[in-house]
């Protein structure tokens, strides 16, 4: 596994080269956030000693320490109900064991320790009343956005992209054959120039993850966040391990050429997750989207199918005004007319339109909701073969997420439309509410 320039974090980090580093020391691969002495806490009983905090990757991000101990015992360690680790003055998180061993021939009964530390992680933050002026964070393996030195705007946030070298160096479809490789950091300020609070900064992280994940089709890290004030003195650091998922080349509406298209969609998202009404339903369906893209193309296509028609409904419901209970199918099919978005079968999902023509259903909404209805309950049997349809309704019902979020963030540039038969890189197209003629040449495959 390789992280890419992970030793070269940052033009603006230039005070963080011993905090990110790539080490393979302990025979791990990952990012070293820390290395000295340290203390665990089981119940009671405190050991210290030192140790080294690792991020690493393999299916997702995990904070690991690996630890050791003075006078400790492994048998107290193994069969504790509460461990802590504490670093120095910096923080303390609840960890959980994995691997202990004791030497019992030393005369300081030495263990070495390895924890698995909650996804939460450690904050070191010297004074948490003194607020930000920026936040920088690292994104990996947002292969779908190709632009150097971009700035995004929201009502609220100013944002720069910096696109890291070795972006530039190798080719998108080297780059996704890593399993993590770094892409972007993103320095973030208040527009106003106002400093803000570790509240704001958690609030900012929250949507800002779920817009690049949206965007990339997967669960994608963004952490390792280093706040500043305004003379560029570190007021936070931040060790956690967001979820997150190795390179796939994951299918979603951002098109790997539309850079500009998602610093425009940038305001939008934040827009709509903000909102009272529209703000939860978005972020879940979202997470369900995303569960429902990652079990897609494997053995999980039926499960997915269901994941994604509770993320529509989810919206549906929220968007329309209330009223007396109805199908899922009425629900999706009046949120897709209002928002202009078309209910009629793609051409593309020949299987799906065979079974339409024989009136087991008779558009995309029905489709949708009719062939989640015969998966999970026992008498709605459609009586059809289900090998082909239900990878074309999954993919519908996953396009019918992103028009929906599309359409309810006010987004009207282009995008790349995942109901087509073959998909090319460059094949992008003007979202359905907004009537403009097919942009873009095909290229090369992507898919």
Known sequence: MTIKNGAQHSSSLEDSNQYIRLTSDLGHQGLELYSGGLSLLCDETEYTGTGTILLEFKRSASLIAYCNLSYASSAHIINSSNLRLCVKEQGQVSATHIHSSEDFNSASHNVKAVLRLNSRGIRVCPNKRKKLFSLTM???????????????????????FDQKDNHTQDSPRALQREEYSHTHDVTVWRRDGKLFSLAEAEEFLV???????????MPTFVGLCIGHNKHGEVLLREWSSPASMPSQGRCSWLDETLGRSFIEFIPCYFRLAESETLGKACMEAVYWYLQSNAGGPSHGIDGALILSHAAL??????????????SAAVDIRQTAKKLKIPIFIPKDLRSCRTTMRNKKWKDAPDAINRLRNDLIHPKASLAISRRKVVPEIWRLAQWYIEL?????????????RRTRREMWIGDVESVPWVRRKTIGQAGKPSK
């Open 313 to 326: 409904h989810r919206l549906a419901l929220c968007y329309l005004p209330k009223h007396d209970k109805q």
């Open 138 to 160: 690292s994104i990996l393996n947002f292969h779908k956005f190709w632009h150097t030195e971009l700035c995004a705007e929201t009502d609220k946030w100013k944002m720069i």
């Open 404 to 416: 929906f979020i599309l359409a309810l963030s006010g987004y009207r540039g282009r995008y790349s």
């Open 207 to 217: 949507t800002f993850r779920s817009l690049v994940s949206f965007a990339n089709g």
